[in-house]
């Protein structure tokens, strides 16, 4: 069962210009700056015990990857249940990936909008 909503992506042009709005601007925190396999993201949210943030990743780099939809990522207690359940009632899934943050896995909808979700307790 999915939990929560857990991060939502936003592509934007200046990552550092965006961090700058949402944490001087708006007073969120830094959550986490993250710098590997080619792609930096920075989360931020209102306070480090959100349960909800958001996810600034570089626009053009998305757009390469062939990103139109928006990206949610939801959370889920039961990662492996949900991916077994998801396929049971047909909706198209991802492979299962380990990931430095979790494990996680894609799904579609009708519209072949990609979602992604994330084992988190």
Known sequence: MIK????????VNNQEEAVTFWTERLGFTVIA???GQGMKWIEVAPSKDSETSIVIHD???IAEMNLDTPSLMFFSENLNALYEELKSKGVTVGELVDMPNGSVFNFADDEDNYFAVMEKG
Do not use: R
């Open 59 to 61: 626009k053009k780099l």
């Open 33 to 35: 700056n993250e710098d």
């Open 4 to 11: 929560a909503l857990g991060q939502v992506m936003l592509y």
